[in-house]
C-alpha cells in the first residue's frame, strides 16, 4: 500500500509545478510579445532615421558656380574660412550683431541696417539670413530667439 502522507505531498508539489509552469508560460507569451514590439520598433526607427537622412541631403543648400567650381555662397564657418568670404550683405549682419551690447533679435538687427521692420515682408528674409548664419555657425541662436556671435 502506497503512503498516503507521500502521496499528498506528491500530490502537492505538482500542484506546485502545474503552477510554475503556467506562470513561466505567462511570463514566455510576454517576453515574446516584447520581442516583437521591439522588432517593429527598431524597424520603425531605421526606416524614420532613412528618412531624416534623406530630407537632411536633400536640405542641404545647393552649392552656387564660381569660376566653374561649385562653391556654398554662404560658407559653414571653419579654421581656413574667413569672414570676408561671405557675401557683403551677410558680413554687414555679422558686424551689426557683433556692435550690438548683446544678444540681439532679427528686429533689432534690421533696425541696424536700416531694414523698414515695420513690414513683415522685409524683416522674415533678414530673419532667415540671421537663421542661415546660424546653421552654418557664424552666430548662435539662443532659445529665446535672440542671436549672438560665437566664441
Same mark, same amino acid.
Given at each position: 500500500?502506497?503512503?498516503?502522507?507521500?502521496?499528498?505531498?506528491?500530490? $502537492?508539489?505538482?500542484? #506546485?509545478?502545474?503552477? &510554475?509552469?503556467?506562470?513561466?508560460?505567462?511570463? +514566455? @507569451?510576454? =517576453? *515574446?510579445?516584447?520581442?516583437?514590439?521591439?522588432?517593429?520598433?527598431?524597424?520603425?526607427?531605421?526606416?524614420?532615421?532613412?528618412?531624416?537622412?534623406?530630407?537632411?541631403?536633400?536640405?542641404?543648400?545647393?552649392?552656387?558656380?564660381?569660376?566653374?567650381?561649385?562653391?556654398?555662397?554662404?560658407?559653414?564657418? $571653419?579654421?581656413?574660412? #574667413?569672414?570676408?568670404? &561671405?557675401?557683403?550683405?551677410?558680413?554687414?549682419? +555679422? @558686424?551689426? =550683431? *557683433?556692435?550690438?551690447?548683446?544678444?540681439?533679435?532679427?528686429?533689432?538687427?534690421?533696425?541696424?541696417?536700416?531694414?523698414?521692420?515695420?513690414?513683415?515682408?522685409?524683416?522674415?528674409?533678414?530673419?532667415?539670413?540671421?537663421?542661415?548664419?546660424?546653421?552654418?555657425?557664424?552666430?548662435?541662436?539662443?532659445?529665446?530667439?535672440?542671436?549672438?556671435?560665437?566664441?
Amino acid at each position: 500500500m502506497l503512503d498516503p502522507e507521500l502521496l499528498e505531498r506528491i500530490t $502537492a508539489r505538482r500542484a #506546485e509545478l502545474d503552477e &510554475l509552469e503556467e506562470q513561466l508560460t505567462k511570463h +514566455l @507569451a510576454e =517576453v *515574446r510579445a516584447e520581442r516583437d514590439e521591439l522588432a517593429v520598433a527598431e524597424r520603425v526607427l531605421e526606416r524614420v532615421s532613412e528618412q531624416l537622412a534623406d530630407e537632411r541631403a536633400s536640405a542641404a543648400p545647393a552649392p552656387g558656380q564660381v569660376g566653374g567650381r561649385a562653391v556654398m555662397l554662404i560658407p559653414h564657418r $571653419a579654421p581656413d574660412v #574667413e569672414e570676408i568670404m &561671405l557675401p557683403p550683405d551677410y558680413q554687414r549682419i +555679422l @558686424a551689426a =550683431v *557683433r556692435q550690438a551690447a548683446g544678444p540681439v533679435m532679427a528686429r533689432q538687427v534690421g533696425e541696424m541696417l536700416g531694414v523698414d521692420v515695420t513690414v513683415r515682408s522685409k524683416l522674415e528674409p533678414l530673419r532667415g539670413r540671421l537663421v542661415r548664419l546660424t546653421d552654418r555657425g557664424w552666430l548662435r541662436k539662443l532659445p529665446d530667439g535672440r542671436f549672438t556671435t560665437r566664441l
